[in-house]
């Protein structure tokens, strides 16, 4: 139970006290109502005893009695009724108006409970506590004393129980509300005072003996008459008044009278002194006492004096019209189940008792009973006050306590003679209690005799009243005596109802006695209360014996059998007493050593329902939100919506629509697990109570709970939405609002506009720069404010979700903005004056629906209709124009929120409400709010103070700044294809767009895939290439010249000269490292425009070639346009547009190439700087399904600065090499030197292309677009090493001459450069492709790098095996070792070459030796001096020898040492003799060969000819 003021044994004091009555003369009573107050309500103040009295037991011992409390009040008769158990009307409704005037008092220290791990605010400060999401419950604990534990005071159910307790009916069982002693009071003003006693004596003689009336009951017969003449200081003769009470002293004696002087001021006079009022407090309790407890509707007055109850007739209760149905308060809105959240929403349910509620509801009225301005004891000074205090005292100890002294004994001689037991029951209680028990008989075996009537003189019944009177003077021991022998005795008559009272007092008796000499017997209590419930079927005894036990219960610390106790006394005849009993059974759950919250929290629910019942809307309220601590939070939803909703509905009632709001809000907001029904309920009445309260004061938009928005996945799109394609023209995809936001491809983006932004910077990006972001969502950065451009849609997109299963319509909905006008074209913007920052916000125009809003400064897009299906997330975009420049500050949505006009349907077709006309929120109640987009940026996590606290960044994406005009680039292309093959080239066009009114220029490109495309060279113009779409389709995208009739395939190549940077690649594409999605800053290309910029309005069309990708497969190749403003100074430096294409590439050809060494004599002039063989294998790896019949090899051509093609040794027969599917050719060429020995380096050095064609037409290489992808191609890694070093190199080694200087970097340079061919081979080839019956030519080119001599190169780069799974290494590795060339490398440094004639004739019958001249030619082919060394002689065991049968012999010197220098050229001549005829292999010379300035090094054996065969003819 809850902390109660008193302690548990004043409660049970203060609840039986001795009763006195009062019977006031007509002139006595106009002295006190000069006061406006009767004579009982004078005294009542002070009628607690502040000192102690004494009296004797019947053993003569004297007894303290202390702190007693005596009640004093008017005489009230009724004509004899049958008692009754049951509450009568009056008593009901004022025991319900106790309650509901005792609220808890607003504004005091919250109440809170520590229960596990609940902090409860067990609320004195209601309206606090009515919100159910007033969740700061540690906050308000550390505001409280610093007392550990907290208990609630529940003063509303204190005040019930001592009304109720003060107000119980007399009864005839027992006699504890019996009248002891009546007070005679006749006014000092009377001309015979004394006959007025006589009357007054005689008065209350007949109504105690006459038998007319039942009420009041006496005590005992003779009553104790104290005589009292009440002497108005004001206007009576003091001493007259004394003369008569000395009279009154000689007829009554001493202590049967007293002379009380009061009104010793005027009420004028006491208008300046400010007397203290202590009578306000028991008024009301006063008119509870005094007010008839049964039904008679016609009280008889004792002396015409009427005595009010003061209580007006209750027609509302809380505010709130309740109906009387058969004598009870019944609310109108609470007839269902205690735990049914609402009708059915297709029965006139909760929506039409709220309506009806809101209509009739009427102010409450002014607090009843005495008016609050009235003031009491106007005529008393605090003289008086002592006075009336000390004739209290004085009539307790010389009158009442003598009188009830006196009684005692007698009823004590009276039993003592009747029992015949020993004089005295103090000394008979052992022999009493010491025999044989009588077995106490269980209640169901007692027949029913409630109805049985002791007489007056019944020896039981005096037992019963001596310990009545014994318990009134406390004297417990005693008392429990009696009780005790009582009990037995009407037990043995099955007297139930007398000996239910002797069980309930004896408990009580027995908890009270000092020093508790027995246990108290809750067994008792018990009993009784079954007996008072079921037998005497009287459940205001039931009540109050329930009452007293609990109490004590509870301060026995027993909190479950007291809880257990009040919930067995709820029943349905009362909904008050129900509700109070389960609400302390809560707080005895929740003070038990370990709390039970959950019961507390069930209890407290079920106490709410009841209040509700009983009218007392504030205290159900009160109840729920307490329990809604409980249950908020835990997963209960069901629990949660039912508490909810009630508070909605009990706050709207008692006209606290805020929080009926909110408690809405909190239903509708949780995920719910009602039904759709319920929850189109709960809609419905949201709206309607939303309705009013927005209605009521008009102010800024309220925000609504529905539909649910995800704040942080809103996206900000600037700019056009993307243009869909016109016919042929494909737009640039650019980004857009359908495209997910991918974080490698941003990546990519930033890094290719850094990129374009370089190299429009001259090489560095500026420090402000930002990469531009045209698409803001929750994973970009946005931490500045964006930039927009005026008169360019700023589109938001907004996700909205419905969590009901029920539709919802929103209707006008749009963006709510704050915008602050900036001119960005002063040179100082950030100077601007206060004037000129006047913030334009469109919050009033956007909170009327349809009115115009501020288009002038920004247009606001309006959608009429967004229709959300039940649980449905569904995205809207929103649109705003601005108009001017400035500062943007996008707030939130405005909507219109309603339910369809069935919300319980969910089949409701969406197209047709996306209508105008469908489920418009004209069906149905429709409200018009807001809701804020307010998003939280990323949490800071760089400093100390950020990581070790949670703080968050700006999020300022909805922050746009509003800049001055820019240009605006629009793409589209022509003939774009989709699938390409493998190397295939193909001419399309792009036609670029200013959209804008400003003047546009420096357009660039970037690219993923630089050597995708190219838009040509500027420098070359092409005109034999159409240069238009509807140029003819078969057209070769190729310069071509035809080949000069006669001329044979294979011929004598064409040789043009060109520089890379022609095609403005400078060197940067093959050295600077172009290779994949990499790209290096020299992969930008500028594109061309008529004068350099693009005026407003105007378009140009660029042809653009394509090749497709090397490697087969699905390509995503990004494109980056650049562009900028022809007006600087902008607050945006340039703008960029992305274009994405996927590229289909299909296998076409492979080609593998490899060149070799000539060891043949130059034949042409050409050839004499030396030569080699290039062989070259193309393979037809097509697959069938692309369609291509076959492909011509049409020309092959080769680009290097040292080495060019000379001639087709085996061309083939026909002009094309014709290859079908899966067949291979063969093609073998002659490459020879460029240049004379030197090749100079410079950086504009440039390429010779030289082109051999296999057909009739000739192809020139060195223009668009064939040189252009040359020069884009994608290196092999290897390849890609500074061409500097090899002139470094050069230079080194000369200048260390010959020596040990050099290291072993220089031997790897040299010998390097011997096997170097760096040439690279251009095959074109042609393709016949049938497509829809039409056959159609393809044309391509493929690139092959040759690098080195003997070493196979191909135009398809191989992929690399997955590495298995490599160890990890904890230790750095060391550098590697220079290495040093390998024996393969150093076997290259000398070519040979034998001359001699192939045939030889010689008669050897005429000479025996036949000598052949033979020369030796050796070439270095190095850049260094080489010393070499010949040696002639025979090795019978080299392989070639032993080919060859016969043996010949070198004549002369055998051995040569010889020195070349760089690149020179030595002949040595030899003769070879032989013997006899035959054919000989003279290829046995041996040359060994090492680098001059290597002196350590030994010589390598170099790599000898083919076998040089000579034929030995015998001429005779």
């Not at 709130?320 to 735990?339: A, F, I, R």
């Not at 169901?444 to 003077?473: H, W």
């Not at 009696?482 to 004896?506: N, P, R, V």
């Given at each position: 139970?809850?902390?109660?003021?008193?302690?548990?044994?004043?409660?049970?004091?203060?609840?039986?006290?001795?009763?006195?009555?009062?019977?006031?003369?007509?002139?006595?009573e106009?002295?006190?109502?000069?006061n406006?107050?009767?004579?009982?309500?004078?005294?009542?103040p002070?009628?607690?005893?502040?000192?102690?009295?004494?009296?004797?037991?019947?053993?003569?011992?004297?007894q303290?009695?202390?702190?007693l409390?005596?009640?004093?009040?008017?005489?009230?008769?009724r004509?004899?009724?049958?008692?009754?158990?049951?509450?009568?009307?009056?008593?009901?409704?004022?025991?319900?108006?106790?309650?509901?005037?005792?609220?808890?008092?607003?504004?005091?220290?919250?109440n809170?409970?520590?229960?596990?791990?609940?902090?409860?605010?067990i609320?004195?400060?209601?309206?606090?506590?009515?919100?159910?999401?007033?969740s700061?419950?540690?906050?308000?604990?550390?505001?409280?004393?610093?007392?550990?534990?907290?208990?609630?005071?529940?003063?509303?159910?204190?005040?019930?129980?001592?009304?109720?307790?003060?107000?119980?009916?007399?009864?005839?069982?027992?006699f504890?509300?019996?009248?002891?002693?009546?007070?005679l009071v006749?006014?000092?003003?009377e001309?015979?005072?004394v006959?007025?006693?006589?009357?007054?004596?005689?008065e209350q003689?007949?109504?105690?003996?006459?038998?007319e009336?039942?009420?009041?009951?006496?005590?005992?017969?003779?009553?104790?008459?104290y005589?009292v003449?009440?002497?108005?200081?004001?206007?009576?003769?003091?001493?007259?008044?004394d003369?008569?009470?000395?009279?009154?002293?000689?007829?009554?004696?001493?202590?049967?009278?007293?002379?009380l002087?009061?009104?010793?001021?005027?009420?004028?006079?006491?208008?300046?002194?400010q007397?203290p009022?202590?009578?306000?407090?028991?008024?009301?309790?006063s008119?509870?006492?005094?007010?008839?407890q049964?039904?008679?509707?016609?009280?008889?007055?004792?002396?015409?004096?009427?005595v009010?109850?003061?209580?007006?007739?209750?027609?509302?209760?809380?505010?709130?019209?309740?109906?009387?149905?058969?004598?009870?308060?019944?609310?109108s809105?609470?007839?269902?189940?205690?735990l049914?959240?609402?009708?059915?929403?297709?029965t006139?349910?909760?929506?039409?008792?709220l309506?009806?509620v809101?209509?009739?509801?009427?102010?409450?009225?002014?607090?009843?009973?005495?008016?609050a301005?009235?003031?009491?004891?106007?005529?008393?000074?605090?003289?008086?006050?002592?006075r009336?205090?000390?004739?209290?005292?004085?009539?307790?100890f010389?009158?009442?306590?003598?009188?009830?002294?006196?009684?005692?004994?007698?009823?004590?001689?009276?039993?003592?003679?009747?029992k015949?037991?020993s004089?005295?029951?103090?000394?008979?209680?052992?022999?009493w209690?010491?025999?044989?028990?009588v077995?106490?008989?269980?209640?169901?075996?007692?027949?029913?005799?409630?109805?049985?009537?002791?007489?007056?003189?019944?020896?039981?019944?005096q037992?019963?009243?001596?310990?009545?009177?014994?318990?009134?003077?406390?004297?417990?021991?005693?008392?429990?005596?009696?009780?005790?022998?009582?009990?037995?005795?009407?037990?043995?008559?099955?007297?139930?109802?007398?000996?239910?009272?002797?069980?309930?007092?004896?408990?009580?008796?027995?908890?009270?006695?000092?020093?508790?000499?027995?246990?108290?017997?809750?067994?008792?209590?018990?009993?009784?209360?079954?007996?008072?419930?079921?037998?005497?079927?009287?459940?205001?005894?039931?009540?109050r014996?329930?009452?007293?036990?609990?109490?004590?219960?509870?301060?026995?610390?027993?909190?479950?059998?007291?809880?257990?106790?009040?919930?067995?006394?709820?029943?349905?005849?009362s909904?008050?007493?129900?509700?109070?009993?389960?609400?302390?059974a809560?707080?005895?759950?929740?003070?038990?050593?370990?709390?039970?919250?959950?019961?507390?929290?069930?209890?407290m629910?079920l106490?709410?329902?009841?209040?509700?019942?009983?009218?007392?809307?504030?205290?159900?309220?009160?109840?729920?939100c307490?329990?809604?601590?409980?249950?908020?939070?835990?997963?209960?939803?069901?629990?949660?919506?039912?508490?909810?909703?009630?508070?909605?509905r009990?706050?709207?009632?008692?006209?606290?629509?805020?929080?009926?709001?909110?408690?809405?809000?909190?239903?509708?907001?949780?995920?719910?697990?009602q039904?759709?029904?319920q929850?189109?309920?709960?809609?419905?009445?949201?709206?309607?109570?939303?309705?009013?309260?927005t209605?009521?004061?008009e102010?800024?938009?309220?925000q609504?709970p529905?539909?649910?928005?995800?704040?942080?996945?809103?996206?900000?799109?600037?700019?056009?939405?993307?243009?869909?394609?016109?016919g042929?023209k494909?737009a640039?995809?650019h980004?857009?609002?359908?495209?997910?936001f991918?974080?490698?491809?941003?990546?990519?983006?930033?890094?290719?506009e850094?990129?374009?932004?370089?190299?429009?910077?001259r090489?560095?990006?500026?420090a402000?720069?930002?990469?531009?972001?045209?698409?803001?969502?929750?994973?970009?950065?946005?931490?500045?404010?964006p930039?927009?451009?005026?008169?360019?849609?700023?589109?938001v997109?907004?996700?909205?979700?419905?969590?009901?299963?029920?539709?919802?319509v929103?209707s006008?909905?749009?963006l709510?903005?704050?915008?602050t006008?900036?001119?960005?074209?002063?040179?100082?913007?950030?100077?601007?004056?206060?004037?000129?920052?006047?913030a334009?916000?469109?919050?009033k125009?956007?909170?009327?629906?349809?009115?115009?809003?501020?288009?002038?400064?920004?247009?606001?897009?309006v959608?009429?209709e967004?229709?959300?299906?039940?649980?449905?997330?569904?995205?809207?975009?929103?649109?705003l124009l601005?108009?001017?420049?400035?500062?943007?500050?996008?707030?939130?949505?405005?909507?219109?929120?309603?339910?369809?006009?069935?919300t319980?349907?969910?089949t409701?077709?969406?197209?047709?409400a996306?209508?105008?006309?469908?489920?418009?929120?004209?069906?149905?109640t429709?409200?018009?709010?807001?809701?804020?987009l307010?998003?939280?940026?990323?949490?800071?996590n760089?400093?100390?103070?950020?990581?070790?606290?949670?703080?968050?960044g700006?999020?300022?994406?909805?922050?746009?700044?509003?800049t001055?005009?820019?240009?605006l680039?629009?793409?589209?292309f022509l003939?774009?294809?989709?699938?390409?093959?493998?190397?295939?080239?193909?001419?399309?066009?792009?036609?670029?767009c200013?959209?804008?009114?400003?003047?546009l220029?420096?357009?660039?490109?970037?690219?993923?895939h630089?050597?995708?495309?190219?838009?040509?060279?500027?420098?070359?113009?092409?005109?034999?290439?159409?240069?238009?779409?509807?140029?003819?389709?078969?057209?070769?995208?190729?310069k071509?010249?035809?080949?000069?009739?006669?001329?044979?395939?294979?011929?004598?190549?064409?040789?043009?000269?060109?520089?890379?940077?022609?095609?403005?690649?400078?060197?940067?594409?093959?050295?600077?490292?172009?290779s994949?999605?990499?790209?290096?800053?020299k992969?930008?290309?500028e594109?061309?425009?008529?004068?350099?910029?693009?005026?407003?309005?105007?378009?140009?069309?660029?042809?653009?070639w394509?090749r497709?990708?090397?490697?087969?497969?699905v390509h995503?190749?990004h494109?980056?346009?650049?562009y900028?403003s022809?007006?600087?100074?902008g607050?945006?430096?340039?703008?960029?547009l992305?274009?994405?294409?996927?590229?289909?590439?299909?296998?076409?050809?492979?080609?593998?190439?490899?060149?070799?060494?000539?060891?043949?004599?130059?034949?042409?002039e050409?050839?004499r700087?030396?030569?080699?063989?290039?062989?070259?294998?193309?393979?037809?790896i097509?697959?069938s399904?692309?369609?291509?019949?076959?492909?011509?090899?049409?020309?092959?051509?080769?680009?290097?600065?040292?080495w060019?093609?000379?001639?087709?040794?085996?061309?083939?027969?026909?002009?094309?090499?014709?290859?079908?599917?899966?067949?291979?050719?063969?093609?073998?060429?002659r490459?020879?030197?460029?240049?004379?020995?030197?090749?100079?380096?410079?950086?504009?050095?440039?390429?010779?292309?030289?082109?051999?064609?296999l057909?009739n037409?000739?192809i020139?290489?060195?223009t668009?677009?064939?040189?252009?992808?040359?020069?884009?191609?994608c290196?092999?890694?290897e390849?890609?090493?500074?061409?500097?070093?090899?002139?470094?190199?050069g230079?080194?080694?000369?200048?260390?001459?010959?020596?040990?200087?050099?290291?072993?970097?220089?031997?790897?340079?040299?010998?390097?450069?011997?096997?170097?061919v760096?040439?690279?081979?251009?095959?074109?080839?042609?393709?016949?492709?049938?497509?829809?019956?039409?056959?159609?030519?393809?044309?391509?080119?493929?690139h092959?790098?040759?690098?080195?001599?003997?070493?196979?190169?191909?135009s398809?780069?191989?992929?690399?095996?997955?590495?298995?799974?490599?160890?990890?290494?904890?230790?750095?590795?060391?550098?590697?070792?220079?290495t040093?060339?390998?024996?393969?490398?150093?076997?290259?440094?000398?070519?040979?070459?034998?001359?001699?004639?192939?045939?030889?004739?010689?008669?050897f019958?005429?000479?025996s030796?036949?000598?052949?001249?033979v020369?030796?030619?050796?070439?270095?082919?190095s850049?260094?001096?080489?010393?070499?060394?010949?040696?002639?002689?025979?090795?019978?065991?080299?392989?070639?020898?032993?080919?060859?049968?016969?043996?010949?012999?070198?004549?002369g010197?055998?051995?040569?040492?010889?020195?070349?220098?760089?690149?020179?050229?030595?002949?040595v001549?030899?003769?070879?003799?032989?013997?006899?005829?035959?054919?000989?292999?003279?290829?046995?010379?041996?040359v060994?060969?090492?680098?001059?300035d290597q002196?350590?090094?030994c010589?390598?054996?170099?790599?000898?000819?083919?076998?040089?065969?000579?034929?030995i003819?015998?001429?005779?």
């Amino acid at each position: 139970m809850a902390q109660c003021v008193q302690s548990v044994q004043e409660f049970i004091q203060d609840s039986f006290v001795p009763m006195v009555a009062v019977l006031c003369s007509e002139d006595a009573e106009k002295v006190t109502r000069k006061n406006n107050l009767n004579f009982s309500e004078l005294l009542r103040p002070f009628c607690r005893l502040t000192s102690e009295g004494h009296m004797r037991d019947p053993n003569n011992q004297v007894q303290v009695v202390k702190n007693l409390r005596i009640s004093v009040n008017n005489v009230v008769t009724r004509p004899s009724v049958p008692a009754s158990g049951v509450p009568g009307h009056a008593h009901r409704r004022l025991l319900s108006e106790v309650v509901l005037t005792c609220q808890p008092a607003e504004g005091g220290v919250a109440n809170v409970i520590t229960a596990g791990d609940y902090d409860l605010n067990i609320s004195d400060r209601s309206l606090k506590a009515s919100v159910p999401w007033y969740s700061d419950w540690r906050d308000t604990l550390t505001e409280l004393s610093t007392s550990k534990h907290y208990t609630a005071t529940t003063p509303w159910f204190e005040a019930y129980r001592e009304s109720f307790l003060q107000s119980m009916p007399a009864s005839d069982h027992e006699f504890l509300n019996h009248y002891l002693a009546c007070l005679l009071v006749v006014s000092s003003s009377e001309a015979v005072p004394v006959e007025k006693f006589l009357k007054l004596s005689q008065e209350q003689h007949r109504i105690q003996h006459s038998g007319e009336y039942t009420n009041p009951k006496w005590f005992i017969p003779n009553t104790l008459k104290y005589y009292v003449l009440l002497h108005d200081m004001s206007q009576g003769d003091e001493q007259r008044a004394d003369s008569v009470y000395e009279d009154m002293k000689q007829r009554y004696g001493a202590q049967g009278c007293y002379l009380l002087k009061v009104n010793s001021r005027t009420a004028a006079a006491g208008a300046d002194e400010q007397i203290p009022d202590p009578w306000s407090q028991y008024l009301h309790k006063s008119s509870l006492q005094s007010q008839d407890q049964y039904e008679d509707p016609a009280p008889v007055v004792v002396n015409n004096m009427a005595v009010e109850n003061n209580v007006g007739g209750t027609s509302e209760v809380d505010g709130h019209d309740s109906e009387e149905k058969d004598g009870v308060l019944v609310n109108s809105l609470d007839s269902t189940h205690p735990l049914q959240l609402d009708a059915p929403s297709d029965t006139p349910g909760s929506l039409d008792a709220l309506r009806a509620v809101a209509v009739e509801t009427k102010p409450p009225p002014l607090a009843t009973g005495v008016a609050a301005a009235t003031s009491h004891g106007a005529c008393l000074t605090l003289n008086d006050h002592d006075r009336i205090r000390l004739f209290i005292q004085e009539f307790t100890f010389r009158g009442l306590l003598p009188h009830i002294e006196k009684n005692i004994r007698q009823l004590n001689d009276q039993l003592v003679s009747r029992k015949g037991l020993s004089r005295s029951l103090f000394s008979a209680t052992k022999k009493w209690f010491g025999g044989g028990k009588v077995p106490e008989k269980s209640i169901a075996e007692l027949k029913n005799t409630s109805g049985l009537l002791y007489p007056p003189e019944a020896p039981e019944l005096q037992i019963r009243k001596m310990a009545d009177l014994c318990f009134l003077v406390q004297l417990y021991d005693l008392a429990y005596s009696c009780y005790h022998t009582a009990k037995k005795d009407f037990l043995s008559d099955q007297a139930m109802l007398y000996a239910a009272g002797a069980l309930e007092m004896a408990a009580v008796s027995a908890f009270l006695q000092v020093g508790a000499p027995r246990p108290y017997p809750a067994h008792y209590m018990d009993t009784a209360i079954q007996t008072y419930r079921d037998v005497s079927k009287n459940m205001v005894l039931a009540e109050r014996c329930a009452l007293l036990s609990a109490e004590i219960l509870k301060s026995q610390a027993k909190y479950s059998d007291a809880a257990t106790l009040l919930i067995k006394m709820t029943s349905e005849d009362s909904d008050l007493r129900s509700a109070l009993l389960l609400e302390q059974a809560a707080h005895c759950f929740i003070n038990m050593r370990n709390p039970m919250v959950r019961k507390f929290a069930f209890h407290m629910i079920l106490a709410g329902h009841r209040f509700s019942k009983a009218g007392q809307k504030r205290h159900a309220l009160r109840c729920y939100c307490q329990a809604m601590q409980v249950y908020k939070g835990k997963g209960w939803s069901l629990a949660e919506d039912h508490i909810n909703f009630t508070i909605g509905r009990q706050s709207f009632t008692l006209r606290q629509p805020e929080n009926a709001v909110t408690a809405f809000r909190h239903i509708l907001t949780n995920d719910s697990q009602q039904t759709s029904t319920q929850q189109g309920a709960f809609l419905r009445e949201y709206l309607y109570v939303y309705k009013n309260v927005t209605g009521a004061c008009e102010v800024a938009l309220p925000q609504l709970p529905l539909p649910c928005i995800n704040s942080s996945a809103t996206r900000v799109y600037f700019g056009h939405e993307r243009r869909l394609a016109e016919g042929e023209k494909q737009a640039a995809t650019h980004v857009s609002l359908d495209q997910e936001f991918d974080r490698d491809l941003a990546a990519m983006w930033q890094d290719l506009e850094e990129q374009v932004v370089a190299a429009a910077k001259r090489g560095v990006v500026p420090a402000t720069f930002q990469p531009t972001q045209c698409c803001l969502n929750s994973q970009t950065d946005n931490l500045r404010f964006p930039l927009a451009v005026v008169e360019e849609p700023i589109i938001v997109e907004v996700v909205f979700r419905n969590p009901l299963k029920v539709p919802l319509v929103l209707s006008d909905l749009s963006l709510l903005w704050k915008f602050t006008l900036k001119d960005f074209n002063r040179p100082h913007p950030q100077e601007d004056s206060v004037g000129d920052a006047v913030a334009i916000s469109n919050e009033k125009e956007a909170s009327i629906p349809r009115t115009p809003q501020k288009d002038d400064v920004i247009a606001t897009e309006v959608i009429s209709e967004f229709y959300l299906s039940p649980e449905e997330t569904k995205l809207a975009r929103l649109k705003l124009l601005p108009h001017q420049t400035g500062q943007l500050n996008i707030l939130g949505l405005v909507y219109n929120l309603a339910s369809t006009s069935s919300t319980g349907d969910t089949t409701i077709n969406s197209t047709a409400a996306s209508q105008s006309e469908g489920p418009s929120a004209a069906e149905g109640t429709s409200v018009r709010g807001r809701q804020d987009l307010e998003i939280q940026g990323p949490r800071l996590n760089q400093t100390k103070e950020e990581k070790t606290s949670v703080s968050h960044g700006p999020d300022r994406r909805l922050d746009p700044t509003i800049t001055p005009p820019m240009p605006l680039l629009e793409v589209f292309f022509l003939q774009f294809p989709t699938a390409l093959l493998c190397g295939e080239i193909r001419k399309a066009y792009v036609e670029f767009c200013n959209m804008s009114r400003v003047t546009l220029c420096g357009l660039r490109v970037a690219s993923t895939h630089p050597d995708f495309f190219t838009f040509g060279s500027s420098s070359l113009a092409t005109p034999l290439t159409p240069l238009s779409p509807t140029s003819f389709e078969n057209c070769s995208a190729y310069k071509t010249l035809a080949t000069p009739p006669g001329a044979t395939p294979g011929s004598v190549a064409a040789v043009t000269l060109v520089s890379e940077g022609d095609f403005g690649s400078g060197t940067g594409l093959r050295g600077g490292g172009v290779s994949g999605a990499g790209m290096g800053g020299k992969g930008i290309t500028e594109i061309p425009l008529g004068e350099g910029t693009l005026k407003p309005g105007e378009s140009t069309q660029l042809p653009l070639w394509l090749r497709g990708p090397d490697q087969e497969g699905v390509h995503e190749i990004h494109f980056l346009f650049y562009y900028e403003s022809a007006e600087k100074g902008g607050k945006i430096s340039h703008r960029v547009l992305r274009h994405t294409v996927f590229i289909c590439a299909s296998r076409s050809l492979s080609v593998r190439a490899t060149a070799c060494r000539s060891n043949t004599l130059p034949e042409e002039e050409e050839e004499r700087n030396g030569s080699m063989l290039v062989f070259v294998d193309v393979e037809n790896i097509n697959s069938s399904e692309a369609g291509v019949r076959e492909f011509h090899i049409a020309q092959v051509s080769s680009s290097s600065k040292q080495w060019r093609l000379h001639k087709c040794i085996n061309p083939a027969e026909d002009k094309d090499c014709k290859l079908t599917s899966r067949e291979r050719g063969k093609l073998c060429f002659r490459a020879t030197r460029c240049k004379p020995l030197q090749v100079p380096l410079k950086a504009a050095e440039k390429y010779t292309f030289a082109d051999l064609s296999l057909g009739n037409e000739l192809i020139i290489t060195s223009t668009t677009p064939c040189a252009d992808f040359f020069f884009r191609r994608c290196q092999p890694l290897e390849s890609l090493r500074p061409p500097v070093a090899m002139e470094i190199q050069g230079r080194h080694s000369r200048s260390q001459g010959v020596g040990h200087g050099g290291g072993a970097k220089d031997i790897a340079g040299v010998v390097r450069k011997c096997n170097e061919v760096d040439l690279d081979i251009i095959i074109l080839w042609k393709a016949f492709v049938v497509e829809d019956n039409k056959q159609v030519i393809l044309e391509g080119q493929l690139h092959v790098a040759l690098q080195t001599i003997d070493k196979e190169a191909c135009s398809l780069t191989q992929k690399e095996d997955a590495q298995e799974m490599v160890l990890l290494k904890f230790k750095p590795e060391l550098p590697p070792p220079m290495t040093r060339p390998s024996i393969e490398q150093l076997s290259h440094l000398i070519k040979t070459n034998l001359q001699y004639p192939e045939s030889y004739s010689h008669p050897f019958n005429q000479k025996s030796l036949c000598m052949v001249p033979v020369t030796l030619t050796l070439s270095n082919c190095s850049m260094a001096q080489v010393d070499v060394i010949i040696d002639l002689r025979h090795k019978t065991t080299s392989p070639e020898s032993l080919e060859v049968h016969g043996s010949f012999t070198w004549l002369g010197q055998t051995q040569f040492k010889l020195q070349l220098g760089a690149q020179e050229v030595m002949r040595v001549q030899l003769r070879a003799c032989f013997l006899h005829a035959g054919v000989y292999n003279l290829g046995t010379p041996r040359v060994f060969a090492k680098l001059a300035d290597q002196g350590a090094m030994c010589e390598t054996s170099q790599q000898t000819a083919t076998p040089a065969l000579i034929i030995i003819i015998n001429s005779t």
